[in-house]
C-alpha cells in the first residue's frame, strides 16, 4: 500500500515557475515508477511526466519538455515536479501517482495508486 500527498500548487503568472512536491508513506516506495499527470476542466487525464524506480529514466509529455522536470528521492520518499516558463493552458489539477512499471505507465496504464491533487492555475 502506497499513500501520496501532494503539495506546491498555486496561483502564478504566465512565465513563472512551480513546484510541485509527492511526499509517499509505505517501505515499498522505491520499487515504483512514479508520474505526474493533470486534468484540466472537460478534458481527460493525461500523463506529464514519468521517472522509473530509480531516477535514471524520465519521459516528458510533449507540451512540457523543456520546461518541467521530474526527479525523486527514495531516501526520502518524495518525488518533485518543476515546472517553469508556465503557461495558462498548464492550468489543472496535478495528480501524483505510483505504477509498478514505467514503460506501462508511460505507455497508459493506469498506475496503482493516487494522490488527491493539487491546483496549479496559471494567469495570463
Known amino acids: 500500500q502506497v499513500q501520496l500527498v501532494e503539495s506546491g500548487g498555486g496561483l502564478v503568472q504566465a512565465g513563472g515557475s512551480l513546484r510541485l512536491s509527492c511526499a509517499a508513506s509505505g517501505r515499498t516506495f522505491s520499487s515504483y515508477a512514479m508520474g505526474w499527470f493533470r486534468q484540466a476542466p472537460g478534458k481527460e487525464r493525461d500523463l506529464v511526466a514519468a521517472?522509473?524506480?530509480?531516477?535514471?529514466?524520465?519521459s516528458y509529455a510533449d507540451s512540457v519538455k523543456g520546461r518541467f522536470t521530474i526527479s525523486r528521492d527514495n531516501a526520502k520518499n518524495t518525488v518533485t515536479l518543476q515546472m517553469n516558463s508556465l503557461k495558462p493552458e498548464d492550468t489543472a489539477v496535478y495528480y501524483c501517482?505510483?505504477?509498478?512499471?514505467?514503460?506501462?505507465?508511460?505507455?497508459?496504464?493506469?498506475?496503482?495508486?493516487w494522490g488527491q491533487g493539487t491546483q496549479v492555475t496559471v494567469s495570463s
Open positions: 501517482a505510483a505504477g509498478r512499471g514505467f514503460n506501462a505507465v508511460v505507455a497508459g496504464a493506469s498506475p496503482n495508486y
Open positions: 521517472i522509473n524506480w530509480s531516477g535514471g529514466s524520465t
